[in-house]
């Protein structure tokens, strides 16, 4: 789908291409992310992301640090979905040291979970729209819906957005009757708010105007830069990580995953409604099934804490895509011997180049949108 | 039936309804989400969590905290900094002399509270934390970091009282314990004060450091203290701790009866050191009598969540006058299971 530059016709002006550097201080690009794009004219030939500028050395520090004190660190990558990023190391810990979840714990993950979707998807598309010149308008019906969940975060965990919730074994505190009420009440809420956010924005002629056909990422080309999550499935790529590892009880849970056709940045925005759609029906499943009994397992330790030697990778569907650690565990097993983060908006940026490839400045910025990046993942 | 605009119109009227719902909403707040904050403040849920402080009971005096750094080694960012504070002759207080906490640091995790067992540090809730300067006016020192039992159950009415109620049955199976203990073993021996190393106290057909050895005075010390530790029991049995106070000068402190008395030999107990790990420890004390083997297997905080100092364990559970072995708090199950292990091997268990 990329455009071919027509060659200058010989006789006429001569122009040449210019390089321009997009960011890293630029509101559109979502941090301090640069894009080194050369232009010719308004179309873009050529573009280089640069990253880097957020680096906080966060698998280093890991190392030298015991595997509790490396939780709350794992808040700071995707600020926006600290309880997946701490269900994906809280899975790699407990793959490599063996410990089994208890039943509510493990359901309480998914809540929290689901509903971080919920409010990264929501804040993603007013986001882009943002990108799109919708000044504020979506983002902050966005926002008044992710208020109610991080409220009760806040409630649950202590905090809005650096929950630190969950803990090897289980979560930190329990889910009380009323917090359990208070996610039955946003669950039972929220669809209304999603048709609402649809008729705003699903038809109308300007989004599809500029994001139909726009920033087309073809199904072969997600397979073999190993895109994932909702960007890899918008290209229709059949892959969730949910459904191929069942993870935690995500088995237990009826729910399709949706696909697009085209790969452009309007199927990208579409996944991710009905991705949302898809949570509440996983949450309104888990809301209702919640076990009582213990919120952590009891045998792991907070202090003193040590895995036998050994590696593993755990991996979670992240809203972003598919997160994972991998973890060495040497003699001794207080801290990490190594320790990898694959996040996943960094490796979905390795395509942007092939994207906007063709298409006018405007654009790029739309389709960076479109890619859902967090800076404090990109650069870790 | 559709025209083109047809999808604008639609958003439109979105916007529209909730242009007016939010006149509707107010009760609610099902559509009006903004707070007037500096007059009006949100309601902040229980677990909700700002900064660590510290508690006391009664009077600031009064405080949990008994200085056993073990926040401070598990802090993620290290914004934690304690000093226990020590009498004129050095004795532990069981309480920090300083404590401060760096809250351009502090990410507010709220691991130090996880893993206080002495419920000492909680977790506030005031966000109101704004200063002019960006160094000293950021660090909390231990005055601003004291606030009262009253005051945390004030915030968090049903944390608190669980934990009152956990302390509370605590301190009756102490007291309940206490009958059947030595009640002189509270009071803590006089820890070592390090003093200069003294060639002279090396056992002769040792190795001796040369005069122009390289070494600072602590590197020597620590040597001597190693060497000594390799073959001669000083603690306890070899030199009697008049002797020791003697020769390094100082009066000598009035010990409690009940307790055998110990000081610290020339150079200190080299195992006497958090920073090193339990085999290393182990390795120092391979010759030493079981007292000092007891000793090394603790975790070497002094941090008297036992009721002890670590020698003053140590020398109680070699004496017979403790029996459990299992009240090592910072060294958890692998001091336990260390301290089982060399009670079977001296046979006494």
């Excluded at chain 2, 944390?159 to 199976?173: I, P, W």
């Excluded at chain 2, 206490?178 to 006089?190: E, N």
């Amino acid at each position: 789908m990329i455009q071919q530059i027509s060659p200058i016709p010989t006789g006429m002006i001569e122009t040449q291409t210019i390089e321009v550097s997009i960011g890293p201080q630029h509101p559109s690009t979502h941090g301090v992310f640069r894009m080194d794009a050369v232009l010719d004219g308004e179309t873009v030939v050529g573009l280089k992301p640069v990253m880097g500028y957020l680096h906080r050395n966060h698998e280093q520090l890991a190392e030298r640090m015991t595997w509790l004190a490396s939780i709350p660190y794992t808040d700071r990558l995707d600020y926006f979905n600290s309880m997946t990023n701490n269900w994906a190391l809280c899975l790699s810990v407990e793959k490599l040291a063996g410990i089994k979840v208890p039943e509510r714990a493990e359901y309480i993950r998914v809540i929290v979970s689901e509903l971080t979707r919920i409010l990264n998807h929501s804040c993603v598309i007013g986001f882009m729209l943002q990108d799109l010149g919708a000044w504020g308008t979506p983002l902050l019906y966005a926002f008044r819906e992710r208020e109610k969940i991080l409220d009760l975060f806040e409630s649950l965990s202590g905090a809005r957005m650096m929950c630190n919730y969950m803990r090897f074994g289980g979560v930190r505190v329990d889910m009380t009757d009323a917090m359990v009420a208070q996610a039955k009440d946003i669950v039972a809420k929220f669809p209304r708010f999603l048709d609402e956010f649809e008729q705003l924005l699903s038809n109308n002629e300007v989004l599809l105007a500029r994001c139909q056909k726009v920033g087309i990422l073809p199904k072969e080309l997600a397979i073999n830069a190993s895109i994932s999550g909702p960007m890899a499935r918008a290209s229709g790529v059949d892959y969730d990580i949910r459904k191929v590892d069942k993870y935690g009880v995500y088995g237990r849970f009826d729910f399709r995953v949706p696909l697009g056709e085209v790969g452009d940045v309007y199927d990208r925005y579409y996944i991710r409604v009905l991705e949302m759609r898809e949570s509440i029906k996983i949450l309104n499943q888990a809301l209702r099934d919640l076990p009582a009994g213990a919120f952590v397992a009891p045998e792991v330790k907070l202090r003193n804490f040590k895995i036998p030697p050994g590696d593993g990778y755990g991996r979670v569907e992240a809203p972003k895509g598919e997160l994972g650690f991998y973890l060495v565990s040497d003699e001794g097993g207080k801290m990490p011997y190594r320790y990898h983060c694959r996040p996943p908006s960094f490796i979905n940026l390795t395509t942007l180049e092939d994207m906007c490839l063709g298409h006018k400045v405007a654009d790029v910025v739309i389709i960076l949108g479109s890619v859902d990046i967090v800076l404090g993942e990109v650069d870790r | 039936m559709g025209f083109l605009g047809k999808g604008l119109f639609q958003g439109m009227a979105v916007t529209a309804r909730n242009f007016v719902g939010t006149y509707f909403d107010r009760g609610t707040r099902e559509k009006l989400v903004t707070y007037q904050y500096p007059e009006e403040k949100p309601p902040l849920p229980e677990n909700s969590r700002s900064f660590p402080f510290l508690v006391y009971d009664g009077t600031p005096d009064a405080m949990r905290c008994v200085a056993c750094k073990i926040c401070e080694t598990e802090c993620p960012p290290q914004c934690i900094y304690i000093v226990m504070d020590r009498d004129e002759k050095g004795k532990p207080q069981q309480r920090p002399k300083v404590f401060d906490i760096d809250i351009s640091v502090c990410m507010q995790c709220q691991i130090c509270v996880e893993v206080c067992p002495f419920e000492a540090i909680k977790m506030d809730n005031d966000y109101e934390k704004s200063q002019y300067g960006r160094f000293d006016d950021l660090i909390e020192h231990l005055p601003d970091l004291l606030k009262s039992n009253e005051y945390y159950n004030e915030i968090k009415p049903t944390e608190a009282k669980a934990v009152d109620a956990k302390l509370k049955a605590e301190a009756e199976k102490k007291a309940k314990k206490g009958t059947s203990k030595p009640a002189a073993a509270a009071p803590a021996k006089p820890a070592a004060p390090a003093p200069a190393p003294k060639p002279a106290t090396a056992p002769a057909g040792k190795i001796t450091i040369p005069e122009d050895a390289p070494f600072t005075a602590e590197q020597r010390a620590w040597l001597a203290g190693f060497l000594s530790a390799g073959g001669v029991a000083t603690s306890g049995t070899g030199v009697s701790p008049v002797a020791v106070a003697e020769t390094t000068g100082e009066t000598p402190v009035p010990l409690p009866e009940a307790t055998p008395a110990a000081e610290a030999p020339a150079g200190g107990w080299p195992w006497h050191d958090p920073g090193l790990g339990m085999s290393q420890r182990m390795d120092l004390v391979k010759a030493a009598p079981l007292a000092d083997k007891l000793m090394a297997a603790m975790a070497q905080t002094d941090c008297h969540a036992c009721g002890y100092d670590c020698r003053g364990y140590a020398d109680a559970i070699a004496a017979g006058s403790e029996t459990d072995l299992s009240l090592c708090l910072p060294g958890e199950a692998e001091t336990a299971k260390k301290l089982e292990e060399l009670m079977k091997e001296a046979g006494k268990l």
